[in-house]
Protein backbone atom coordinates (compact mmCIF):
# COMPACT_ATOMS: atom_id res chain seq x y z
CA UNK A 1 0.00 0.00 0.00
CA UNK A 2 1.22 3.50 -0.40
CA UNK A 3 2.66 5.46 2.34
CA UNK A 4 -0.40 7.78 2.82
CA UNK A 5 -2.73 5.26 3.57
CA UNK A 6 -4.02 5.05 7.51
CA UNK A 7 -3.49 2.22 9.20
CA UNK A 8 -7.04 2.42 10.68
CA UNK A 9 -10.36 4.01 9.47
CA UNK A 10 -13.40 5.08 10.67
CA UNK A 11 -16.60 3.00 9.98
CA UNK A 12 -20.04 2.87 10.89
CA UNK A 13 -20.23 -0.78 11.69
CA UNK A 14 -23.60 -3.26 12.62
CA UNK A 15 -23.34 -5.61 15.03
CA UNK A 16 -27.23 -6.83 14.80
CA UNK A 17 -30.31 -5.90 13.35
CA UNK A 18 -32.23 -3.54 15.43
CA UNK A 19 -34.90 -0.52 14.44
CA UNK A 20 -33.55 2.44 13.37
CA UNK A 21 -34.88 4.41 16.24
CA UNK A 22 -32.82 2.48 18.23
CA UNK A 23 -29.24 3.81 16.49
CA UNK A 24 -28.09 0.27 15.43
CA UNK A 25 -25.23 1.82 13.64
CA UNK A 26 -21.91 2.00 15.77
CA UNK A 27 -18.66 4.39 15.14
CA UNK A 28 -15.70 1.78 15.12
CA UNK A 29 -12.46 1.82 13.79
CA UNK A 30 -11.08 -0.77 11.85
CA UNK A 31 -7.90 -1.72 10.25
CA UNK A 32 -8.14 -0.49 6.49
CA UNK A 33 -8.62 -3.68 4.09
CA UNK A 34 -5.95 -4.67 1.94
CA UNK A 35 -7.04 -5.43 -1.56
CA UNK A 36 -6.56 -9.09 -2.79
CA UNK A 37 -5.98 -10.86 -6.03
CA UNK A 38 -8.09 -8.62 -8.62
CA UNK A 39 -9.01 -5.74 -5.91
CA UNK A 40 -9.09 -2.12 -5.43
CA UNK A 41 -8.86 -0.50 -2.81
CA UNK A 42 -11.39 2.77 -2.44
CA UNK A 43 -10.82 5.97 -0.68
CA UNK A 44 -14.75 7.05 0.19
CA UNK A 45 -15.81 10.17 -1.40
CA UNK A 46 -19.21 9.69 -1.11
CA UNK A 47 -21.93 7.07 -0.11
CA UNK A 48 -25.56 7.32 -0.64
CA UNK A 49 -28.09 5.83 1.77
CA UNK A 50 -30.74 3.26 0.22
CA UNK A 51 -33.52 1.64 1.28
CA UNK A 52 -31.60 -1.66 1.30
CA UNK A 53 -29.53 -0.17 3.75
CA UNK A 54 -32.44 -0.25 6.27
CA UNK A 55 -33.88 -3.11 5.15
CA UNK A 56 -29.92 -4.26 6.94
CA UNK A 57 -30.07 -2.50 9.74
CA UNK A 58 -33.42 -3.42 10.67
CA UNK A 59 -33.23 -7.11 9.63
CA UNK A 60 -36.19 -7.02 7.08
CA UNK A 61 -32.90 -8.65 5.35
CA UNK A 62 -31.56 -11.57 7.07
CA UNK A 63 -27.72 -11.27 8.04
CA UNK A 64 -25.32 -12.53 5.66
CA UNK A 65 -22.40 -10.85 7.59
CA UNK A 66 -21.99 -9.59 11.01
CA UNK A 67 -20.83 -7.56 11.94
CA UNK A 68 -20.80 -5.72 8.54
CA UNK A 69 -20.41 -2.20 7.39
CA UNK A 70 -23.26 -1.29 5.19
CA UNK A 71 -23.72 1.22 2.03
CA UNK A 72 -23.73 0.28 -1.63
CA UNK A 73 -24.36 3.30 -3.31
CA UNK A 74 -20.17 4.48 -3.34
CA UNK A 75 -18.16 6.64 -5.08
CA UNK A 76 -13.69 6.30 -4.41
CA UNK A 77 -11.11 7.03 -5.54
CA UNK A 78 -8.44 4.27 -6.42
CA UNK A 79 -5.55 4.27 -3.93
CA UNK A 80 -4.00 0.56 -3.86
CA UNK A 81 -4.28 -2.02 -6.69
CA UNK A 82 -4.12 -5.55 -5.46
CA UNK A 83 -2.41 -8.24 -7.60
CA UNK A 84 -3.77 -8.17 -10.86
CA UNK A 85 -6.11 -6.07 -10.58
CA UNK A 86 -4.38 -3.69 -13.05
CA UNK A 87 -4.91 -6.04 -16.02
CA UNK A 88 -8.97 -6.42 -15.21
CA UNK A 89 -10.67 -3.59 -17.29
CA UNK A 90 -13.78 -2.17 -15.25
CA UNK A 91 -17.43 -2.88 -14.99
CA UNK A 92 -19.17 -2.21 -18.34
CA UNK A 93 -15.43 -1.02 -20.23
CA UNK A 94 -14.70 -4.17 -22.18
CA UNK A 95 -11.48 -3.06 -23.92
CA UNK A 96 -11.16 0.29 -21.98
CA UNK A 97 -7.83 1.38 -20.50
CA UNK A 98 -7.76 -0.94 -17.15
CA UNK A 99 -7.97 0.98 -13.88
CA UNK A 100 -4.92 3.80 -12.37
CA UNK A 101 -4.47 5.00 -8.99
CA UNK A 102 -5.99 8.12 -8.91
CA UNK A 103 -9.29 6.94 -11.01
CA UNK A 104 -12.65 8.04 -9.97
CA UNK A 105 -14.55 5.17 -9.70
CA UNK A 106 -18.63 3.65 -8.74
CA UNK A 107 -19.50 0.65 -6.63
CA UNK A 108 -23.08 -1.05 -7.13
CA UNK A 109 -25.05 -3.44 -4.82
CA UNK A 110 -23.76 -6.06 -7.38
CA UNK A 111 -20.21 -6.50 -5.68
CA UNK A 112 -19.53 -9.93 -7.99
CA UNK A 113 -21.55 -12.98 -9.46
CA UNK A 114 -19.86 -16.25 -10.44
CA UNK A 115 -19.77 -15.32 -13.90
CA UNK A 116 -20.98 -18.94 -14.93
CA UNK A 117 -24.85 -20.12 -13.71
CA UNK A 118 -27.37 -19.86 -16.78
CA UNK A 119 -28.40 -16.35 -15.82
CA UNK A 120 -24.67 -15.01 -16.24
CA UNK A 121 -24.27 -16.54 -19.23
CA UNK A 122 -27.82 -14.98 -20.58
CA UNK A 123 -26.79 -11.56 -19.26
CA UNK A 124 -28.72 -11.72 -16.61
CA UNK A 125 -26.24 -11.21 -13.67
CA UNK A 126 -28.36 -9.53 -11.78
CA UNK A 127 -30.12 -12.68 -10.85
CA UNK A 128 -27.43 -15.03 -10.12
CA UNK A 129 -27.76 -17.77 -7.52
CA UNK A 130 -24.62 -17.11 -6.20
CA UNK A 131 -23.97 -13.24 -5.67
CA UNK A 132 -22.29 -11.70 -3.78
CA UNK A 133 -23.71 -8.05 -2.50
CA UNK A 134 -22.05 -5.16 -1.18
CA UNK A 135 -22.74 -3.84 2.01
CA UNK A 136 -24.69 -7.58 2.93
CA UNK A 137 -22.18 -10.26 1.85
CA UNK A 138 -19.16 -7.74 2.24
CA UNK A 139 -18.42 -4.61 3.99
CA UNK A 140 -19.55 -1.52 2.20
CA UNK A 141 -19.15 1.79 1.91
CA UNK A 142 -19.74 3.42 5.24
CA UNK A 143 -16.33 3.88 5.86
CA UNK A 144 -13.35 5.64 4.51
CA UNK A 145 -12.24 3.00 2.82
CA UNK A 146 -13.47 0.17 1.14
CA UNK A 147 -12.17 -3.23 -1.37
CA UNK A 148 -13.95 -3.74 -4.47
CA UNK A 149 -13.67 -6.08 -7.48
CA UNK A 150 -11.86 -4.08 -10.24
CA UNK A 151 -13.84 -5.82 -12.67
CA UNK A 152 -17.25 -4.51 -10.84
CA UNK A 153 -16.68 -0.95 -10.64
CA UNK A 154 -17.18 1.56 -12.48
CA UNK A 155 -15.02 4.37 -14.09
CA UNK A 156 -17.09 7.79 -13.37
CA UNK A 157 -17.02 10.56 -16.07
CA UNK A 158 -14.15 13.39 -14.85
CA UNK A 159 -15.79 16.43 -12.99
CA UNK A 160 -19.00 14.37 -12.68
CA UNK A 161 -20.32 15.57 -8.52
CA UNK A 162 -19.83 12.75 -5.80
CA UNK A 163 -23.38 13.24 -4.16
CA UNK A 164 -24.68 13.08 -7.65
CA UNK A 165 -23.24 10.23 -8.49
CA UNK A 166 -23.79 8.02 -5.57
CA UNK A 167 -27.64 7.65 -6.11
CA UNK A 168 -26.71 6.67 -9.61
CA UNK A 169 -24.86 3.34 -8.48
CA UNK A 170 -28.28 1.65 -7.10
CA UNK A 171 -31.33 3.70 -8.45
CA UNK A 172 -29.09 4.63 -12.10
CA UNK A 173 -28.40 1.09 -12.75
CA UNK A 174 -31.57 -0.85 -11.77
CA UNK A 175 -33.80 2.43 -14.10
CA UNK A 176 -30.98 2.34 -16.79
CA UNK A 177 -31.85 -1.51 -17.12
CA UNK A 178 -35.41 -2.03 -16.98
CA UNK A 179 -35.28 1.27 -19.71
CA UNK A 180 -32.87 -0.61 -21.74
CA UNK A 181 -35.18 -3.86 -21.75
CA UNK A 182 -37.86 -1.84 -22.98
CA UNK A 183 -35.54 -0.11 -25.21
CA UNK A 184 -36.40 3.73 -23.96
CA UNK A 185 -32.69 3.64 -24.11
CA UNK A 186 -29.67 2.02 -25.63
CA UNK A 187 -27.69 2.06 -28.12
CA UNK A 188 -28.79 5.15 -30.16
CA UNK A 189 -31.41 5.69 -27.90
CA UNK A 190 -30.44 7.97 -25.34
CA UNK A 191 -28.36 8.00 -22.02
CA UNK A 192 -29.08 6.00 -18.71
CA UNK A 193 -31.88 7.43 -16.41
CA UNK A 194 -32.11 6.70 -12.83
CA UNK A 195 -35.30 4.99 -11.39
CA UNK A 196 -38.57 6.01 -8.79
CA UNK A 197 -38.53 9.76 -9.39
CA UNK A 198 -35.41 9.93 -11.12
CA UNK A 199 -36.32 6.96 -13.92
CA UNK A 200 -39.05 9.19 -15.70
CA UNK A 201 -37.39 11.91 -16.01
CA UNK A 202 -35.49 10.64 -18.92
CA UNK A 203 -38.44 9.27 -20.78
CA UNK A 204 -40.44 12.80 -20.03
CA UNK A 205 -37.39 14.11 -21.97
CA UNK A 206 -38.26 12.05 -24.77
CA UNK A 207 -41.49 13.04 -25.23
CA UNK A 208 -43.07 9.98 -23.31
CA UNK A 209 -46.07 9.35 -21.29
CA UNK A 210 -44.87 8.06 -17.94
CA UNK A 211 -47.15 6.19 -15.54
CA UNK A 212 -46.73 5.71 -11.94
CA UNK A 213 -47.84 2.62 -9.74
CA UNK A 214 -48.15 2.72 -6.14
CA UNK A 215 -48.70 -0.54 -3.77
CA UNK A 216 -49.97 1.35 -0.86
Do not use: K
Not at 175 to 196: E, F, H, K, S
Not at 208 to 214: A, F, I, K, M
Amino acid sequence: MAGEIPETMRAMRLAAPAPVAEAPLRLVELPVPEPGPGEVLLRVRACGVCRTDLHILEGELPPHRSPVVPGHQIVGEVTALGPGAGLVAPGGEAGAARLAMGDIVGVPWLHHTDETCRFCRSGRENLCERAAFTGWDVDGGFAEYTVAPAGWVYRLPPGMDDLAAAPLLCAGIIGYRCLRLTGVVGDGAGLPAATGELAGERPRRLGLRVVTLDTA
